[in-house]
């Protein structure tokens, strides 16, 4: 007898271990690690992962596996463990740590159905109602009675009804038709078969006859070339001498774009410097973690290209991870043309069925390079020798949904399993990643100057304040605007970026840029509108809403945040003949409208890039010579202790934008805080100064890298219940604990209520528990019941990026 253990697709219960199923005498030897399969489960039938195949069963009896989903294994080897591995460090179930590697369009999502197995007469009453003349009906219409169940269950025993699940993938492959020619004919006169008046028959079958044996060509392609008709085709598909073929289509999503061949430019110097460890780390299978901390334009996508170049002549394979919102087609272009067809794109704007093509891609060893968005970092690969993370300090490589993993995480796992290097690259290294650089944990590689001794640009900062008093009372200074003005005269381009409005509202001072800050966690305190208070979303801290500012008692104290729109309508009416592009959610939420806008904007057909964070990143337009930022402080004032940090990546990015090519760049920067150090050592392209400054108030204050941070979020309809879950929750972590670990909170989440559920949250700060996994584990243990039966919500985040 043969078993599998099979991890199944249930997150309540005891979940995380895998169930023993026999296998049946027809399956053994085709059934594998890494496959999905349906089983039995109560009176159910669910899906499941092969786990182990093993040759003995400690249970008395086992039901068999139903039926075998996958021809192949759709997880390797490495992704079952790391599957493992995933799960205990995110404290998620082993399930969703596996589904989370394969495409969302083979996570078919299973339909439930109950089937009539006999005459609907000889079903009690309570379910002939159920069925009411139909032979099957949806699980989801049930009444949600115990009765029914409970009839429903002896029903299943008796074997009068049966659920099912309605497996099916949801993304049909597209196939094209495609001829064969049968083999047995090659070289034979086709004539003495087909007699001398098939000629057009003959044509086709001595076309075939030059192309290689086997050739398999589309039936379209046939047709057009030889001017023939599907008639003539049909014929001699019949007569067996020409096969017809179903091939599967792949829906290349660029395949109708060309891409110009990227020129291989001559290494600069300090490129050389940086590539040779990398290369040799490569060459010696050693898996190193490179942190290449390089300033805007100095050629830091030359160093992944050239580590590639290495990776591909050794006969390996490459993950090159890019945040979503630099995905552009200028990014794209450049791999594309440096490798052509041996890239593929994951891409979150693909539909499923395109993802999942160029996944199958990779599957099948048809491409060695794969460039995506953060869950990229699972392209099953097997020989992997380099794996990249351009802009590692990106929050969006943390998964905000479970698993709540982050792909740096899950890369040098992965390099150290494949025995390769991981090089995490920026202009603006995350401070965690800093740090473990400083120590040696990470190898640090340094680009300091841009490519071919092109100037940084001049940063200008402008006093908000200032401006309101001297009562300008528009977004755009004076300053800004007579440079707007400068260009459009020059015919140069610009870009203007408004910071994405904050989920909560800040107040602050118009005539002196005071904010409120809680007095024990150095962050800013959010305005709650229906209790008129300002409150610490970490702490719980709250004091009344001000009416004039403590620190210069002006009126002028209020809400901050404006839309991209007003923006643009105030842009309009003081640069009447400037062309604008406006590019938010609003104007992009269509699938490809992004790279339109970008496109547009690459041509020439305007004279400003007005946008949110998105147009931060990835431009690359000779012709811009002037980037703004019309409010810095909308990101400082973020109630997370990373808004410094964040604040300073995205100045430095946005400087990045402006005199990339021959012209010089200039950046103005406005803010109601000049005097705040990550402001100023924005302007000075500072990064060394700015990250010893802010280590120091990370160290006063407890934060990352010096502490680590766990997040407890818990969330239910009824705030009674929410508030008193989570006093238990806290109670329990504080007795858990040792002494030094601190438990902050329970406090109201930044936002309050999502979706009718009121949320409150715990903050746990560490910096050495060994059994903090366990404990969290207990917790999500001890709630899953009623997580799945009651609406209670609990979300477990270790290392969060957000605080919302
Ligand atoms: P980064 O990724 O560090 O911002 P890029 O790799 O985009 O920088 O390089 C900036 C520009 O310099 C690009 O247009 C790129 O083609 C060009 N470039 C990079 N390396 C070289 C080189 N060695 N010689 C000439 N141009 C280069
Ligand atoms: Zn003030
Ligand atoms: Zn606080």
Redesign the pocket.
Known sequence: MMYAKVIVDVTAGQTNKAFDYRIPEELIDLILPGMRVIVPFGPRKIQGFIWEITENTELDRVKPISEMLDPYPVLTNEMLQLGQWLAEETVCFLITALQSMIPSAIRAKPKKILKLSTEEQYLPASLQAVFAGKSSVDWNTIPNEKEIFSSIKQAVEKEEIEVDYLVKDKTKKKTIQSIRMNPQYRGVRFADILGNRAKKQIAVMEWFDTRYPDEKIPIKEVIDTLQTSKHTMQQLITKEMLFLEELEEYRDPYSDRFFEPDPR????GQ?KHVLAPVRTAVDHNQDTTFLLR???????????LRAIEKVLEKGEEAIVLVPEISLTPQMVE?FKGRFGSKVAVLHSALSAGEKYDEWRKIHRKEVQVAVGARSAVFAPFEKLGLIII?EEHEGSYKQEDHPRYHARHIAIWRGSYHKCPVIL?S?TPSLESYARAKRGVYELLE?KE???NIAMPEVNIVDMRKELRKGNRSAFSELLLQKLKDRLDRNEQAVLFLNRRGYSTFVMCRNCGYTAECPHCEITLTYHHTQRKLKCHYCGYEEPMLTTCPACESEHIRFFGTGTQKVEEELTKLLPEARVIRMDVDTTSKKGSHEKLLQAFGNGEADILLGTQMIAKGL?FPRITLAGVLAADTMLHLPDFRASERTFQLLTQVS?RAG??KLTGEVVIQTYTPDHYSIEHAKTHDYEAFSLEEMGHRKRSGYPPYYYLALVTIAHEDVVKVMQTAEKIASFLRSSFSPQTKVLGPTVSPIARIKDRYRYQCMIKYRNEPDLKSILNKIANRYQKEMATDKLFISIDMNPQMFM
């Not at 430019?265 to 600069?268: D, G, K, M, S």
């Not at 300033?295 to 830091?300: A, H, I």
């Open positions: 430019p001559e290494l600069t490129q390089g300033v805007t334009g100095s050629g830091k996508t030359e160093i992944y450049r351009d690259g202009a680009l841009r490519v071919n690359d990045g990339r090519d």
